[in-house]
């Protein structure tokens, strides 16, 4: 078989592997796109379970880069379901001609660098191999699902799936007795959705969470066209705020109002759709532990008034984080499930699992007998898909060996001794702790304008220097220093995966910092990188 050499090589056809073909192909690129799946979408091709949906506003989510995209397409609710957003991405896949230079399951398991030829070589699963001078991963950073280590899973007789490998098929719940693993924000939307028709519920919760009131609601054709009319204005908006959604933090402190005009914000921001309550929230409350003990008394309250069963409530308020400490899961009548008749609860904390047996769950207190288990066990974040393949660039280094003590980036994009590799919404990236597709468009249009500067400027080789590397990696862990974030146990620390070393993932200075230190690197002509 005859190896095929492209300009650049991508993986993964998600949002961020689509627009960067698009922009390469601008440049005049060859490009070939690596994805496993056998569609578009990446996270809204996988993520298919009943639920599923935005927790971002979806005109907040969608592509900005094209007039034409945003005037045609219309979102038919404020928080958009996965049926609804891989429509949208199959529909800016037709618009821009994108599946011609897509190979679809196609899934890379290797990749390396030959210095000699300055080139990447890349292999899929069946054998087939590729070279180009760019590799670009745009793999996801929840894309490497995880299934909990549980003796006799594989015995269960009955269908389970894990939620990110749900089948395209619907499921037909009713009458059957389900058991839900994890309650994280996938669980959340799982969760509220089964309990409707399932006749037995079971959620074995390990560990609960803060989560708040999504008020999803259909966007109507005035509101269509008046969205339309503020599309500069909504991105402008999320360029300017921290996290890159339309929510900016209140930057009083939570002690310079008095407690009951504090109530009165809480309850305001409690009953407004989507993260306000997290993100528009007075701007002490991810930073002062005190100001944190306000806000989730707050959400602690509205949950036992929300859970009838006093005892329920408890095992639903999470005793080991504030709020906020963690991604929110946002819900729709999701604590009044545990008020129905079909749904119970069972707190993993007391009772563990010892085993899955081929009619259900086993916990030390009972057998739990089940026609359907669901796997909301979540990912080996942002870190766990790179894991997956084995990456080795000058001198036949191994990527995951080099972050076996934690991930050491420059810009979250590039890797010392791994030339012309960039990474999209990798490990320390502005785009990884953002309103992803505000950053992903910010890390392509970068990535993009930097392969653009080596053309003009005969450069066909550019590498981070292991100093660059290390002030990076060090401004990342100085960036979170003072917030409350590594202080609980979440995806953000890599603590919800057995053997991982727990070490902060994301970059906590906020996107118009992120957005700065890059420009500032490429006025610079590209300062801590090498080209050649």
Not at 58 to 83: C, T, V
Not at 131 to 160: H, N
Request: hydrophobic fraction near 35%.
């Amino acid at each position: 078989m005859s190896k095929q050499q492209f300009d650049a090589i991508v993986i993964g056809a998600g949002i961020s592997g689509m627009y960067q073909l698009h922009r390469l192909r601008e440049l005049g690129l060859s490009v070939r796109v690596y994805e496993s799946g056998d569609g578009v979408g990446g996270t809204w091709y996988w993520n298919r379970y009943p639920g599923a949906r935005f927790d971002s506003e979806s005109y907040s989510y969608a592509y900005s880069f094209s007039d034409e995209i945003l005037k045609e397409w219309n979102w038919s609710e404020h928080f958009s379901g996965q049926p609804e957003n891989e429509r949208y991405l199959n529909f800016v896949a037709d618009k821009l001609d994108l599946r011609k230079d897509i190979q679809f399951n196609a899934k890379v398991t290797a990749a390396r660098y030959h210095d000699a030829d300055n080139l990447w070589e890349v292999e899929l699963e069946d054998g087939e191999k590729a070279s180009a001078r760019f590799l670009i991963t745009a793999m996801g950073p929840l894309s490497a699902y995880q299934m909990p280590r549980i003796e006799g899973i594989d015995s269960f007789q009955g269908q389970s799936w894990h939620t990110a490998r749900w089948p395209k098929e619907p499921v037909d719940f009713t009458g059957k007795k389900v058991g839900v693993i994890g309650t994280g924000a996938t669980g959340v939307q799982v969760i509220q959705e089964v309990a409707k028709t399932a006749g037995e519920l079971t959620v074995f919760q390990l560990d609960a969470n803060w989560c708040a009131p999504l008020k999803n609601s259909k966007i109507s054709d005035e509101e269509q066209e008046a969205l339309k009319a503020k599309y500069p204005e909504i991105f402008q908006k999320c360029r300017d705020s921290f996290g890159g959604f339309v929510h900016q933090f209140d930057m009083r402190s939570v002690f310079d109002v008095t407690p009951e005009e504090r109530e009165r914000i809480f309850q305001d921001l409690y009953d407004s759709p989507g993260f306000g309550i997290w993100l528009g929230n007075f701007h002490d409350i991810m930073t002062d532990e005190k100001a944190n003990d306000l806000i989730t008394e707050f959400i602690a309250r509205k949950i036992r008034e929300r859970v009838k069963d006093p005892q329920v409530a408890e095992i639903l308020i999470p005793k080991d984080h504030g709020f906020g400490m963690k991604r929110v899961p946002m819900e729709t009548n999701y604590y009044e499930v545990y008020n129905q008749d079909n749904v119970e609860l069972i707190n993993l904390r007391s009772t563990p699992i010892e085993r899955i047996t081929p009619k259900g769950i086993k916990t030390t207190d009972k057998e739990y007998e089940l026609d359907i288990i669901v796997y909301a066990t979540g990912f080996d974040a942002v870190t766990g898909a790179f894991k997956r393949v084995d990456i080795r660039g000058k001198d036949n280094q191994n990527l995951s060996e080099q972050w076996s003590d934690g991930p050491h980036t420059y810009l979250g994009m590039q890797v010392a001794g791994f030339p012309n590799m960039f990474m999209l919404v990798g490990p320390h990236n502005g785009a990884t702790f953002c309103n992803i597709p505000r950053c992903i468009e910010q890390n392509v249009e970068w990535v993009t304008d930097c392969i653009k500067y080596m053309q003009e400027h005969g450069h066909t080789r550019i590498e981070t220097t292991p100093e660059a590397e290390e002030a990076w990696t060090d401004h990342v862990y100085e960036s979170v220093e003072g917030s409350l974030l590594t202080k609980a146990d979440s995806w953000f620390m890599g603590a919800n995966t057995p053997g991982k070393k727990r070490t902060f993932l994301l970059y906590a200075a906020g996107g118009p910092a992120y957005r700065q230190k890059c420009d500032e690197v490429a006025a610079k002509n590209y300062e801590g990188f090498v080209l050649q």
